[in-house]
Each structure stands twice: as C-alpha cells, then as structure tokens.
C-alpha cells in the first residue's frame, strides 16, 4: 500500500526472508533487493509513472503484484 503509488510502496506481512524484485512492464528487472523483517518500503521516486510488477519471493513460494505508479 498505497496502490495506486506515487514515491513509495509498503509491504507488510512479508515471511521474514527473502527477495524483492520490481519489474517494469517491458519486463526488465528495475530493482532487487533482499528482505529481512517482515516489512519494507520501496521508494518509487527514481522510477517513471507506468505500471510494475513486484515479485515476492520466500522460502515458502512467490507471489506477484500489480503496482502502479502515478
């Protein structure tokens, strides 16, 4: 949250390890990074508006979501 973003996206409820991975919609990786704790916070203030997709990877599995940046 908040969907629709405009500087930043936060994730709650992540597994405590893992990685995150947004992806713009041409398909190119636009940043990665490694998950410790249970939440985060990406800041989307250096990407173009458009929409994202932000992969959620664990031990237990990965979940995809549809961001959109205004």
Sequence with gaps: ??????????????PGTGTL???NA????????KVTSSGETLSLADHS????FL?????QGRTI???IRN
């Design 21 to 23: 991975r947004l992806i």
């Design 49 to 52: 508006q458009g929409i994202y």
């Design 1 to 14: 949250y908040p969907n629709p973003a405009t500087d930043y996206v936060r994730i709650s409820g992540l």
């Design 26 to 33: 041409a398909g190119c990786l636009v940043l990665q990074k």
């Design 65 to 67: 979501l549809k961001i």
């Design 55 to 59: 992969s959620v990877e664990s031990p």
